[in-house]
């Protein structure tokens, strides 16, 4: 009797090893399928209420060397703030800016505000051939008793120098929860760049009014 018991204890653990192992395990997906997800979090992330915080670290020989920090409050449909203060040794540098409707107000460190009107053109930047080799993957975790999608993306360049590991925290709501991304020289040996984002939907929303009277 001892001894069937033994048998099937050994056989439940070697049955329930391998789904314990793969529950959690990253599991690739297509580039389409994993930018179509993404898509679909951002688009109802930027619908929301939200504040939204991004600290990248700059490091050079395993050192940091500057600090960079963007708070924004997203008040949808068409108000918005930026804050970027960057820390670079004893050098602190700010921007601050407020977007309202059809005009953005801007002001840097100890600066006069300035206004203009935004360019709805839908121009950019200027795109160049992306040589870099990519690989996409999704797993499940759990935040309490929330169900998470994780996201990732694995990025490296073309002559193997730079690798870029991307992770995004979708919630069972498909928002975006957080970001982080790392960038490292010759296979993750040097990073030269960490970056952690989290979004906040709780927040008390503050008012966001025109910084120029006139």
């Known amino acids: 009797m001892i001894r069937i018991l033994i048998q099937t204890f050994i056989l439940f653990i070697i049955v329930l090893i391998p789904s314990l192992v793969l529950f959690g395990q990253a599991k690739p997906i297509t580039a389409e399928n994993y930018y179509a997800i993404l898509k679909e979090a951002q688009s109802k992330t930027d619908k929301q209420i939200s504040k939204r915080v991004q600290i990248q670290k700059l490091y050079s020989n ?119 991304s790392t960038t490292s020289f010759q296979e993750l040996k040097n990073i030269v760049s960490s970056v952690e984002v989290n979004y906040d939907y709780e927040m008390k929303p503050p008012k966001i009014e025109s910084p120029i009277k006139n």
Do not use: C, M
């Open 62 to 180: 395993g050192k940091i060397t500057a600090t960079l920090t963007d708070s924004s409050v997203n008040l949808p449909p068409d108000k918005s703030t930026w804050i970027h203060v960057e820390e670079r040794g004893n050098v602190v540098k700010r921007l601050e800016v407020i977007t309202i409707g059809n005009f953005i107000y801007r002001k840097e460190d100890n600066g006069a505000w300035t206004r203009r009107q935004k360019d709805n053109s839908g121009i950019s930047g200027i795109g160049g051939t992306d040589n870099s080799t990519r690989e996409f993957f999704t797993e499940e975790t759990n935040i309490g008793k929330e169900k998470i999608r994780v996201l990732i993306e694995k990025r490296v360049n073309y002559n193997h120098t730079y690798f870029d590991e991307i992770k995004t925290w979708i919630s069972e709501k498909g928002l975006i929860l957080k970001k982080t």
